[in-house]
């Protein structure tokens, strides 16, 4: 609550890196319905195999693993888990299945928290509960030394202070004062700082920030596991949250080290998306529609170049067919000479032949 308090008010500047990240992410938002167009199969696939990455992923980062030759069976089939890990890892698959299917109409409150912890959690005493003594983040180093990383929010003020923490986000939305990828990159930080559950708060973490960038709009968390771009970079992911978490309590702390890591998890995410879409053979006619698609989000003049970048996996040869096409139907003009030419379009809407 300390960084989106703070942030609630207004935010005077921003590190310029944070800056990109969120132009990039913008553009990436921008171009997400130009390949959520293809091939559905493609995209089922894509949705299947993030959902057992994730499942798996958002365990492992906690030292929760399985047999691999039994993932598939855990995450997709009905047979009883063989141990505790098997039912994490399945509770985890059910937490995202609810929210892939009810994200639009969920409410960001106490209650879908809970319940996000009670599905992530499985039949477990304490699942949906708030933790009832205090408990700090202890690192163990592998000579068996410890030392306390982190002093969290005391059991009895956890609930004040997830109050306050969602009631701090839902004003940034209201009233607009810091960018919502900002906003949401804090929220996750206030939420692992507080720590409101006994066990199991990093992967509720990563659920609330998969609902948090559904409900935003921007749902590459459906086709890539952001939970797998975490664990790829997990040093820097714990790095970077020790970082922001020194002065926490004091409303002291640096956030930018880990808002700027969630945003370039995001930016991973798309690219990875993105790339692995295009990879995908697609029939000449319908390459064709996501390039007149893509056109269709120019208002004034625009090049071949700008058509390349709008609309991945397209080459310059078939952008200058399809403009030559649409040329010769009278849709689109050409005011220059060469392949850096300037087009533009004739009318408000682009015939599709």
Not at 158 to 174: G, K, N, V
Not at 255 to 274: C, G, K, M, T, V
Not at 329 to 336: E, H, I, R
Request: charged share 30%; hydrophobic share 35%; glycine share 8%.
């Amino acid at each position: 609550m300390n960084t989106l308090k703070q942030f609630a008010q207004g935010i005077d500047s921003i590190p310029a890196g944070t800056a990109w990240y969120v132009a990039d992410l913008s553009e990436a938002r921008g171009r997400q319905e130009l390949f959520t167009r293809q091939t559905p199969q493609k995209l089922k696939a894509l949705r299947e195999h993030a959902l057992i990455e994730s499942a798996v992923s958002s365990n492992r980062i906690e030292g929760i693993t399985i047999d691999h030759a039994r993932v598939g069976t855990v995450v997709f089939g009905k047979k009883p888990a063989f141990d505790r890990n098997e039912e994490e890892v399945r509770g985890y698959k059910d937490a995202l299945k609810w929210l892939y299917e009810s994200f639009s109409t969920m409410g960001l409150d106490e209650d879908t928290i809970r319940r996000l912890h009670g599905l992530a959690r499985g039949d477990i005493w304490d699942a949906g509960r708030y933790k009832e003594k205090d408990g700090d983040i202890i690192e163990k180093y592998p000579d068996g030394r410890s030392r306390v990383r982190f002093k969290t929010v005391t059991a009895k003020k956890t609930p004040s202070a997830m109050a306050e923490l969602l009631e701090a986000w839902h004003e940034c939305l209201r009233e607009r004062k810091v960018h919502p990828l900002i906003a949401l990159s804090a929220f996750n930080l206030d939420f692992l700082c507080i720590h409101p559950f006994r066990d199991g708060n990093g992967r509720v973490s990563r659920l609330l920030l998969l609902l948090q960038t559904l409900q935003l709009g921007y749902t590459v968390g459906q086709y890539i596991s952001i939970e797998h771009c975490i664990e790829e970079n997990k040093e820097r992911y714990y790095e970077t949250l020790e970082q922001s978490s020194q002065g926490w309590h004091q409303a002291k702390h640096d956030p930018w080290p880990y808002i700027n890591f969630l945003l370039s998890i995001l930016r991973q995410a798309y690219r990875d998306f993105e790339q692995r879409i295009a990879q995908t053979k697609t029939p000449r006619g319908s390459k064709t529609e996501l390039i007149v698609a893509a056109l269709d989000r120019f208002t004034g003049a625009f090049t071949i170049k700008d058509i390349e970048k709008a609309c991945l996996g397209a080459s310059p040869d078939m952008v200058r067919k399809v403009l030559r096409d649409l040329k010769k139907d009278g849709s689109v003009q050409c005011l220059g000479r060469g392949p850096g030419a300037a087009w533009r379009k004739k009318g408000s809407t682009l015939k599709r032949g």
